[in-house]
T-cell receptor
């Protein structure tokens, strides 16, 4: 079964500190894509970062980096130098080869940045 | 930066009425999607659309739902005879391709069924 697990329902981080949001996934497909999206309290869904299953290097995008450990089936999001505007819900998501159209979302992690 | 736009941002409808949610995908994107998110729950895939036809749909997307691309820019989701449990945030998304291409989401339409 294709599934995304995010074990941290809520996280707190001090402003300017780094934080890691956990994500594990389950798929038997050899090829897949992994994504992270941010959903602020206003409700929109913002694409942050993408990692392909065959990518040799971990993806980075500004303050966001993805710690991809294929053997462990984990794709943790690291946010460096947290800002107050980073407070939001963060969703890990997967696009497996057998169903590239359908992005499977995890339950999300609520991140609160404390001044 | 180009973005997916959705209208209206909030729709309130009486149960049993039909509702049409509208989306304008990013102009050079070829694949279009609808997702929904019931309050406090995770985002669920509804349907994908390519080359003027549905390419995949979930078990949620029953005969009550339909999608259409009536012209070169709009992509709509119609819900016939709405039910209370249809209350949710509905997201439209688009992507330039299928293989490992991120889907870009609109800001969503909050649908409230009374």
């Amino acid at each position: 079964a294709q599934k995304i697990t995010q074990t941290q329902p809520g996280m707190f981080v001090q402003e300017k500190e780094a934080v890691t949001l956990d994500c594990t996934y389950d798929t038997s497909d050899p090829s897949y894509g992994l994504f992270w999206y941010k959903q602020p309290s206003s409700g929109e869904m913002i694409f942050l970062i993408y990692q392909g299953s065959y990518d040799q290097q971990n993806a980075t995008e500004g303050r966001y980096s993805l710690n991809f450990q294929k053997a462990r089936k984990s794709a943790n999001l690291v946010i460096s130098a947290s800002q107050l505007g980073d407070s939001a819900m963060y969703f890990c998501a997967m696009c497996p080869q057998t169903s590239y159209d359908k992005v499977i979302f995890g339950p999300g992690t609520s991140l609160s940045v404390i001044p | 930066e180009p973005e997916v736009t959705q209208t209206p941002s909030h729709q309130v409808t009486q149960m049993g009425q039909e509702v049409i949610l509208r989306c304008v995908p990013i102009s050079n994107h070829l694949y279009f999607y609808w997702y929904r998110q019931i309050l406090g729950q995770k985002v669920e895939f509804l349907v994908s659309f390519y080359n003027n036809e549905i390419s995949e749909k979930s078990e949620i997307f029953d005969d009550q739902f339909s999608v259409e691309r009536p012209d070169g820019s709009n992509f709509t989701l119609k819900i016939r005879s709405t039910k209370l449990e249809d209350s949710a945030m509905y997201f439209c998304a688009s992507s330039p391709g299928r293989m490992n291409q991120p889907q870009h989401f609109g800001d969503g339409t909050r649908l409230s069924i009374l």
